[in-house]
C-alpha cells in the first residue's frame, strides 16, 4: 500500500500559520513580484477565480469581495515544507518529496488499518505543525493521487481506493483530473468517447500504447491497480544549482549589486550543503537595462576553485570578486544569478597533498556553516547570516506591495 500526502492550499495555509486572524477569511497568495495567484483558500476557490489568473486583472474583484491579497515568501514556505517532510518521514516506510508540499510514502508493515494509520500522521502534522494535509491510499500513485483529490473534499480528510470501491472512484473521475493526464489528452481522449477514468481502463491496452504511447499504458495500468511507478526515495543529485533573482529596484552602485549577488550565493550554498555536494565552480551573470528602452544585455563570468568548495565564506568570495571584476558603473542593474556547477560528493573529497594548512582551514569554514545551516533548521533561515547582509534597506528585494502591514 502506497499514499500520497498533500498540504491543503499549501501557501495559503502557510500565511494562516502566521497570521492566524486570516483563518476565517478568503485569502490568496501571489507570485514573486505580485504576478499571479499561485494559491487560493477554499472560499476563494468557491469564488471561481482560478489558479494562475494574473493578478492585475482581478484586483478590483478581489478587493470587492474582501479577499485577503499576500506576496509569496518561497523562502517561508520551504522552510515550512521541511518540517513537515521530516515529520512525515518519521511514519513512512520509503518516501519521495515530490513536490513542496506532497510527498508518496509507502505504509509501514505495522500499519494493520491504512485509514486509521493515515489519519493519525493527519493529526499530528496538524497538531505540531499546524498545517492541514489531506492523505490517499491505495495500490498505485496514480490511483493514490486520486483518493488524496477525494480526501480533500471530504471532512476526514483521508480517502483510500481499494478493489472495493475502485470502480465507482474512476466512474466519477473527468479524465482531465487524471495525474499524468494534460489538457490535450484529454481532448484526444474526449474525441474517442473517453470521458472517465472508467470508460479509460475500459479500453484495449494496445490501443492505449499505440495511441498514447508506453506511458499512456502505464497510467491506465496504474489505474487497474498494478504499480508501474515505484517511489523514488532518492532523488538524483542535482548537476548544478542556480539561484537568480529580478530585483525589485535597479541596482545602480557595485555594493548594491554586490550585496545582492551574495544573498543569492548564500542560498545556493545552503542547497550544495543540503545535497552532500561540493561546487568545481561558480558563474554568475548579472542583467542590466530595461527591455523597453536604451541599452541592455547580460555580462557573465566563470570562476574556478583549486579543489571543490562548500562553505558560505569561500563561495561569497568567490562570487564578490568576480562582481568586482566585471561591474561597470552607469548601467542600471534589475536581474543576478549565480550558478553553482561541477559537483563532487563533498563526504568523499580527496585531501589536499600538499597544503594542510589550506585543508585545514577550509573544512573549518564548512564545519561552521553546516553549524549554520542546522542552527538556521531549528531556529528559522534567518537565525544566522552574514554579517554583510543585515542591513537595512534591502533594495535587492522583490517588490512585495501585499506586504500584511499594508492589509
Ligand atoms: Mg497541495
Redesign the pocket.
Known sequence: MLALC?????FVSCERLYRPELRCRPVVVLSSNDGCVVSRSDEVKAMGIPMGQPYFQIQGLLRKKGVVVCSGSLVMYKEISEKVMRLLSRFTGEMEEY?I??AFFSLPAAAKDPLEYVSGIRATIERWIGIP??IGVAATKTLSKLATDMA?KDASGVRQITGGNARDMLDATEVRDIWGIGRKTAEQLNRHGIFNAGHFVDRDPVWVKKRFTVRGLMTQLELKGQPCMPIAAETAAPKSIQVSRTWGNVLESLGDVSLAMIDNVVKAARQLRQNHLAAGGVSVFLRYGYRHHGECGYITTDIYFDSPAQSDSELIGAVKSSIDKIYRPGLGYTQGGVTLRDFSDARFRQRELFSEDASERRSKLERFSRAADEINGYFGRRAIFPASLAVKDKKWRPNRKRLPENI
Open positions: 498533500d498540504c491543503n492550499n499549501f513536490s508540499d506532497e494535509v489531506s480533500k
